[in-house]
């Protein structure tokens, strides 16, 4: 499949407007060729943005096993670190650790995070975070970043109930090995052989892909056959090894680098996150920079200020003057950027003119959004839309708008 060779800027016309910029290592579908520039549609990202890149920057070879350009690969990671509110830093060292980041296979287990089928089926859909992988994508190694990052959040967030802190990357890798009950037993009885902690465990909690206790100690064996402690021990230093191999490639950028498997695993700080408004021409531009200036005053962080405008395209398409119903009912009158209800919503009490006012409708949505303090603190940019959405926009069918909305804020990250 023809692939991204290096980041380019995704353009309406062979030479024209930028679009957006489309990252290297992206698997794109060629549409038409033209004075030395090709039209692709990349089919791995929201909305699948179709536009024209020069024709170099393309690879139309067949895809190859072998080594992955690394620096887009952490890209990669970074992005959907992001999303997931994961670590940028362990997703990346974890590919180094299984693969030396790479696309081949090996006992079964295939691309950059050997993962097994079995377990690419099990994850490669998901509806909250709209992801929807077929089974021969398990060789794409873009898509196994999301799919890997998706592993992670789950992982996490099942392991962190149970050790009621923020476990480390030792803790969160042993999770991810033997599943998060199996990992929390062990911890609690380090002494314990891991064959003893996994044949204690229901089949039910044991990792998706169907393996046995005795399966999972022995594709891992060199790390997991022995007790809790010395398993601890040997994740330490293979975790330690491959996140000091990949450092390099975070060290120019704003990315959280752990400072090592045995200190807790935080979410990719938001400080990475760069918002690509190359997509939006005035008027729609200035609109989006009126609401991003309003979200920074207010210190809300790079993830909230996406998540507040792709609601704001959502709702109005950035247009100030936006009113629906045409005409108005007794139920709805909304108006403006943000769509205020005028019958008995956020726009009560005010009146057309004032509603259409741009700064006036981001100030009023703005004065909304701060009654959510976990809007703030969100780590991910699907926590921060899923809170924008269900509790400050409000819109009818929000499980269904949670998803449409959250690509458009995944577009909007460089």
Wanted: contains cysteine; aromatic residues 6%; negative net charge.
């Amino acid at each position: 499949m023809p692939t991204m060779k290096v980041d380019r800027t995704l353009r309406s016309t062979p030479g024209g407007d930028a679009i957006m910029v489309a990252p290297a290592g992206q698997p794109v579908e060629i549409l038409n060729t033209q004075d030395g520039f090709t039209e692709v549609r990349l089919i791995r990202l929201p909305l699948r943005p179709v536009g024209w890149v020069s024709s170099d920057a393309v690879d139309t070879s067949p895809s190859a096993t072998g080594p992955i350009d690394k620096t887009a690969f952490v890209r990669a990671c970074a992005r959907q670190a992001l999303l997931f509110g994961v670590n940028a830093h362990y997703l990346a060292g974890v590919a180094e650790l299984r693969s030396r980041v790479t696309a081949d296979q090996q006992n079964g287990r295939i691309g950059p995070f050997r993962i097994s089928q079995a377990e690419w089926d099990a994850f490669r859909t998901d509806a909250e975070f709209d992801v929807a992988f077929e089974p021969s994508d398990i060789t794409d190694w873009t898509a196994q970043c999301v799919v890997f990052a998706l592993m992670t959040y789950r992982v996490e967030d099942k392991l962190t109930k149970q050790l009621e802190h923020r476990e480390t990357a030792t803790e969160l890798y042993l999770a991810q090995m033997i599943g998060p009950t199996a990992a929390f037993a062990s911890l609690k009885k380090p002494g314990m052989s891991l064959n003893d902690v996994l044949r204690g465990i229901p089949v039910s909690d044991l990792p998706a892909g169907g393996l046995t206790p005795d399966q999972l100690i022995e594709r891992d064996k060199d790390l997991l056959a022995t007790t809790g402690t010395e398993a601890a021990q040997r994740i330490t230093a293979a975790l330690k090894q491959a996140l000091d191999a990949i450092a390099p490639l975070f060290a120019q950028s704003t990315i959280d680098i752990l400072g090592g498997p045995d200190t807790a695993v935080t979410p990719t700080s938001s400080k990475s996150a760069q918002l690509n408004l190359r997509g939006l021409k005035p008027p729609r531009l200035d609109m989006a920079q009126l609401i991003l200036s309003a979200f920074t005053a207010a210190g809300f962080g790079t993830l909230q200020q996406a998540a507040a405008l792709a609601n704001a395209i959502a709702e109005s398409d950035l247009d100030p003057n936006a009113r629906a119903p045409k005409p108005p009912t007794e139920q709805e009158d909304s108006v403006g950027l943000f769509q205020l209800n005028r019958q008995g919503g956020e726009g009560a009490g005010f009146s057309v003119e004032q509603l259409q006012d741009p700064d006036f409708n981001i100030a009023r949505i703005v004065k909304k959004v701060q009654k959510f303090p976990e809007f703030a603190a969100a780590s991910s940019l699907q926590h921060a839309v899923s809170i924008f959405v269900g509790k400050v926009e409000q819109p009818k069918n929000a499980d269904l708008e949670i998803p449409k909305r959250l690509k458009i804020a995944q577009s909007l990250l460089a």
